[in-house]
């Protein structure tokens, strides 16, 4: 099965330096359980907090903007390519300051855009971030079109299960291998923020549509049929939510 590109945003999305290694979007994984107690919070529920902000370093490289909270790293480099200690350093001044992270919950959906708008409107940015209210599988996948149309990519949240609250499904990430097919990189994901960077199609019409997302500083793909299902029969529209990007509003 060969996927064909629609729409993705990723030859620009934020690139994120570890020696020779460039990561697709930022990791929470980066941080140790073992170091100290903020450490511990943002490597167990800082997947929302790395969200946000890859947003707005986004953003930021998109517009050209040299915001002196960024990191130098970013502001001084010509492709906006952040060292992965100055990102670090951004996450844990954000969290220790204006995106909580709770033990045992991270973050919940309604932080995002209460995060990013207040910072958007600290920097007199004409930019805001909205929850997609109707939110189903037409409207989705439209609000996500729109948005990549635009040059943005969209927050996704794939909410806990509330209607089988023991059961372990969830969605499967995949990767694209050398031959355009789709192989499974991890299962059953719940109760984690993505960023969707991408929508792909196979040249198979009956074939799903797939998501391209940055997750775990990696591009992963999501079978959207797969996402509507979970969504509709294990979580929840409210809970599993999908934020975009809006301008001059």
Known sequence: MIISINRSIAPHYV????????????N???FSETGD????LLKRGGCGLVACVDLILYYAAKNDLQWTDLPD????DPEHTVSREDYKALLRK???FRYPILPFFGSFNWQVPLFLNSYFRHHHAGARVRLLLKNNRKQRKAVIEQSLEKGYPCILLLGPHIFHPKKESGVTFYVQLADGSMAPAATDVSGHFVTVTGLYFPDDASAPMYLEISSWGSRYYIDSEALDTYIR???SPLFSSLFYLTENE
């Open 233 to 235: 029969r294990s979580s």
């Open 37 to 40: 107690r903020r450490a511990a």
């Open 94 to 96: 954000l969290s220790l």
């Open 73 to 76: 790293s970013f502001r001084q």
């Open 15 to 26: 690139r994120i330096r570890q020696d020779n290694h460039i990561s697709f979007g930022g």
């Open 28 to 30: 929470q994984g980066w």
